[in-house]
């Protein structure tokens, strides 16, 4: 399962226990609120704009992405993410 950013979900612990993945929970993921908000910035984002996903948008990557960091990613990790999730957006994986 792949979420609006492009994040594969698949393998993730926390997939059908206690996500059912962004669609589904509509952006309500459990992080979201150790940045003070209810909902996922970038899946709002993509539902404001009418859009499927991030690869529907002339500006991706945006600010937003390089902003929301994983905290246990080095930077270098994160810019990796980033570029990995582009592909997948894209098409080209």
């Known amino acids: 399962m792949i979420c609006v950013c492009g994040v594969n979900c698949d393998g993730c612990p926390l997939l059908n226990n206690e996500c059912a993945g ?3 929970i509509e952006g309500k993921v459990y992080w979201a609120q150790h940045i003070g908000a209810d909902v996922c910035p970038v899946y709002k984002c993509v539902k404001e704009k009418g859009y499927q996903n991030c690869g529907d948008c002339s500006q991706i990557p945006c600010e937003l992405w390089v902003s929301l960091k994983d905290p246990s ?3 270098e990790e994160h810019q990796k993410s980033i570029q990995d999730r582009l ?3 894209k098409g080209l994986r």
């Open 22 to 24: 962004c669609n589904a």
């Open 87 to 89: 592909l997948i957006l």
């Open 73 to 75: 990613l080095s930077e």
